[in-house]
């Protein structure tokens, strides 16, 4: 059965004492096989805490069940820096190239 067509909403679960990621939504049966995490970082996913759209990088996907930038850091948001729109992937992304370039 082919995964359906839309945005996952991913977590890690042990599956035979290894780690995948799979997508928690009801009728999907998408995973990442262990030897596919390496090619997650750069995809979107469904917030667990607020359920908008954002991109999995290396320190959300430290969480079983990943959060965005704005619900992990909601100090850093307000109506000046969110001009995207908080479901806007690339809002999350252009915050935090900023935020690199800033350190």
Not at 2 to 13: L, Q, T
Not at 21 to 36: I, R, S, T, V
Not at 45 to 74: Q, T, V, Y
């Amino acid at each position: 059965m082919a995964s359906k067509k839309h945005v996952h909403k991913y977590h890690k679960v042990k599956m035979n004492s290894t780690d995948i990621w799979a997508c928690a939504l009801p009728d999907c049966n998408h995973h990442m096989p262990p030897h596919y995490i390496d090619t997650l970082p750069g995809k979107a996913s469904l917030c667990w805490k607020c359920g908008e759209r954002f991109i999995l990088d290396s320190d959300n996907m430290k969480l079983d069940r990943p959060i965005c930038f704005n619900c992990a850091h909601p100090e850093m948001v307000s109506e000046e820096t969110d001009l995207f729109g908080k479901s806007d992937i690339m809002a999350d992304f252009l915050k935090r190239r900023e935020q690199v370039k800033s350190e």
